[in-house]
């Protein structure tokens, strides 16, 4: 079976310092990995995929993630955060089951960025 | 274009009743899917239509929970009668394709946060 651990359930942060959200998996086929954004009152926002190819994936809002197959992670990076990117943060690896997909999500990751 | 669009947005019911949520996808998605987060827990998978089919419903708590998707369109989930357990936000979603597949995302509704009391 595919899961994903988030071992952060909340990180704070300043304001154009620099953030790390982790994200490990475990799966025994082929790995796709996916970041999600929850802003307050909305619906998940598709940051980044890594489906295969280059292992440094680039997302919307400056954000990026690298795919570490040896470690199994899939850490979420920014160089430098916003008060707006205060958010709850979902890893997720996609489970392909013959004609059915789904997404196996961690447990979020709560980001508060202060000034 | 509308994305997802999910209703109600709020839903506080009694034990033992019935609630139905409804799911309206972005239009001319075939993939749609119910998933459930149980406050503090993670984001649950219940099942995944594609158009009225269902392909995988692995992920219904029970026979309490019954999805519908009539004619491919929109979707509902009914929940009969309701448990004290079925508290938290359900969300849908629609692609167009597989999430594996490049230039294919899943648009995930708002959400209905449904409360049993």
């Known amino acids: 079976a595919q899961s994903v651990t988030q071992l952060d359930s909340q990180v704070p942060v300043f304001e154009e310092a620099p953030v790390e959200l982790r994200c490990n998996y475990s799966s025994s086929v082929s790995v796709y990995l996916f970041w999600y954004v929850q802003y307050p009152n909305q619906g998940l926002q598709l940051l980044l995929k890594y489906l295969s190819g280059s292992t440094l994936v680039k997302g919307i809002n400056g954000f990026e993630a690298e795919f570490n197959k040896s470690q199994t992670s899939f850490h979420l990076r920014k160089p430098s955060v916003h008060i707006s990117d205060t958010a709850e943060y979902f890893c997720a690896v996609s489970v392909i089951t013959g004609t059915a997909s789904k997404l196996t999500f961690g447990t979020g990751t709560r980001l508060q960025v202060t000034l | 274009e509308a994305g997802v669009t999910q209703f109600p947005s709020h839903s506080v019911i009694e034990k033992g009743q019935t609630v139905t949520l409804r799911c309206d996808p972005i239009?001319?998605?075939?993939?749609l899917y119910w998933y459930r987060r149980v406050m503090g827990k993670e984001i649950k998978f219940l099942l995944h239509f594609v158009k009225e089919s269902k392909q995988d419903e692995s992920g219904m708590p029970n026979n309490r929970f019954l999805a519908e998707r009539t004619g491919g369109t929109y979707s509902t989930l009914k929940v009969q009668p309701a448990e004290l357990e079925d508290s938290g936000v359900y969300f849908c979603a629609s692609s167009q394709a597989f999430v594996t597949v490049m230039n294919t995302e899943a648009f995930f509704g708002q959400g209905t946060r449904l409360t049993v009391v």
């Open positions: 239009s001319g998605h075939d993939n």
